[in-house]
């Protein structure tokens, strides 16, 4: 029996989640149609044997699948990741999701995920009435779903609710505060300026049980050209570590003259365990706009001092391999006339040895005890030359040819 303790209903947070998110979302126009076609959710139950159908967009958003942990490998036909093919595949090693976009209407492709040492087909369609925004793969044969804080996995579904409590959050934090007793909210201003437009982070919230930050971004064009840029490609740098985003709100377009607010979460790590970031960390954020794609994709020319400089270079490198190359063959010319020597040196060593053998003379000089200077004639002559050319038995020879 709960005494003097009121307990709220659910029905009434979540009208108070929406209500607040859609006053926050009140500074645009809203085409709330467009917003349900664009997020179909799908969840299907990880078991081998199954070949599930994912239907993908095109020309209007990704499609994410997430698996509970880190994917093994992905393989696919007519799947690419450099848009060479009708499907075009976004995804990080070691990462537990990847994106998918069609590049061709009707396309159709498939897919083999190896997840947890067991193997699972996706089929591809291409189908922007169907078109899925997130395909989360629960538990089943896979194992066991990604635990976030030892919950159950974070599914897309969750994330996008994570966003909308981080638009209401002043509102929640006043009415409800015990919904937000397990977050942390840091607001800072960070600036991060690109070629064309500026960036600038608002405020960091962290949801520990889930594991995830969501972030919240004024983009600034101050230029008289709109300005593409990829939603899903929002990273994150911390240290010397690299995160990429879980989901994002975002439209990927900035109009001319315009400041246009993005969030998007980061969940965990690339290779599916905790995180444990604090939202006051020092952050870098990073996005890919469309023509940093195209500069990237098409390098300027050279100049003509540029050539000049390559010309010269080219030059140098060239009289440096030609030396390199005069000092090698040399060196080959140099063994070549080693071998020859020992060769000739041991026609001669042959030779010795059959003339000594028959001197009647030297076989005397040692019977009558005569002092055999030979061995301290060959080493006074021997120690003249350079024993790593000349074999070391070639004493006797050189004391043989003194004679």
């Known amino acids: 029996m709960f005494m003097g303790k009121k307990l709220i209903p659910c029905v009434s947070i979540a009208a108070a989640v929406f209500a607040a998110a859609a006053a926050v979302s009140a500074e645009k126009p809203v085409n709330e149609k467009k917003i349900l076609d664009m997020n179909q959710f799908k969840e299907y139950t990880l078991a081998q044997g199954e070949i599930y159908k994912v239907f993908v967009k095109k020309d209007d958003g990704a499609t994410t699948v997430t698996f509970p942990s880190a994917i093994s490998k992905i393989a696919g036909v007519n799947v690419s990741t ?20 069609a590049l061709r209407e009707g396309a159709t492709g498939t897919l083999t995920v190896v997840f947890n040492r067991k193997t699972y087909i996706l089929y591809l369609v291409q189908d922007n009435e169907k078109a899925f925004a997130a395909v989360n793969f629960t538990g089943g044969s896979g194992g066991g779903g990604a635990s976030a804080g030892g919950g159950g996995a974070v599914t897309p579904a969750r994330l996008l ?8 959050y002043d509102v929640l934090s006043k009415r409800y505060p015990t919904e937000l007793r397990d977050s942390t909210r840091f607001a800072k201003k960070a600036t991060f300026q690109f070629e064309k437009f500026q960036m600038d982070l608002l405020e960091v919230i962290r949801f520990n049980h889930e594991d995830t930050l969501v972030f919240k971004l004024l983009l600034r064009n101050d ?3 709109e300005i593409l840029y990829d939603k899903f490609s929002f990273s994150v740098q911390a240290g010397n570590r690299t995160y990429y985003m879980s989901a994002a709100d975002a439209t990927g377009v900035m109009p001319p003259k315009s400041s246009t607010y993005a969030f998007f979460t980061i969940t965990g790590t690339p290779e599916g365990r905790r995180n444990n970031l604090a939202a006051d960390n020092e952050f870098r954020i990073g996005v890919t706009a469309k023509y940093m794609e195209q500069q990237a994709a098409v390098p300027e020319s050279q100049t003509t001092e540029q050539k000049k400089e390559t010309e010269e270079k080219i030059r140098t490198a060239e009289a440096e391999y030609d030396k390199r190359l005069a000092t090698l063959i040399a060196n ?16 001669l060593e042959s030779a010795a040895s059959e003339s000594t053998a028959d001197d009647p003379v030297r076989e005397t000089e040692v ?17 003249w030359w350079d024993f790593s050319e000349f074999p070391g038995n070639l004493a006797f020879l050189i004391n043989w040819m003194k004679f």
């Open 82 to 101: 450099d848009g060479s093919t009708d499907f075009q595949i976004s995804a990080q090693p070691g990462g537990y999701y990847f994106n998918l976009v």
């Open 161 to 168: 609710s994570l966003i909308d409590m981080a638009k209401a």
């Open 223 to 225: 230029t008289d050209e």
């Open 332 to 347: 080959m010319e140099k063994t070549l006339a080693k071998i020859e020597n020992r060769e000739a040196v041991g026609s």
């Open 367 to 383: 019977e009558t005890g005569e002092e055999d200077t030979s061995e301290t004639d060959a080493g006074s002559e021997v120690a």
